[in-house]
């Protein structure tokens, strides 16, 4: 009897999803900080940016899980080529995103790049923390009880 390879063991349990969603709570989180830099930087322009930027980021990392977990759940094949595709996809559609942010006058570019590079690679980090690298607790690492 031959096993069937399975890229995913529980088709119910989304940990890109969950770690994602994670992201996401701590973009929220890292706002405040962000568009009030922007703002002392280029005043409503650069909160503006800040803000955008933080938006182009939280999307890019749910539609990353999006896409990663729907190909893990078609093959092993889906899953290599969305992951290569969808990176070049994404950055090209992050790209458009700054071409267009460029054109408007309303918004400080400068800020939105250096919040755009900076918060992306700052959650990057920070997500280390909070992700689970055994296979006993794939995901985000299980909370401690306190007593």
């Known amino acids: 009897m031959s096993a069937i390879f399975s890229p995913v063991a529980n088709a119910e349990q989304r940990i890109e999803m969950e770690i994602a969603r994670d992201l996401a709570k701590h973009a929220v989180y890292l706002a405040p900080v962000a568009i009030v830099a922007g703002f002392v930087a280029a005043r409503g322009a650069g909160a503006l940016g800040a803000l ?29 080529a969305t992951a290569l595709g969808g990176f070049v996809v994404r950055l090209g559609i992050i790209t458009v995103v700054g071409i267009g942010v460029k054109q408007l006058h309303s918004v400080h570019f400068p ?19 909070h992700v689970s690298l055994t296979l006993a607790h794939p995901g985000l690492k299980p909370e401690k009880e306190k007593a």
């Open 111 to 129: 800020t939105f790049c250096i919040v755009l590079i900076a918060a992306h690679l700052g959650l990057l980090f920070l997500e280390l923390r």
């Open 52 to 80: 955008i930027a933080l938006v182009v980021i939280a999307g890019n990392f749910l539609i990353s899980a999006a896409m990663l977990g729907w190909a893990a759940r078609v093959s092993t094949g889906a899953l290599t």
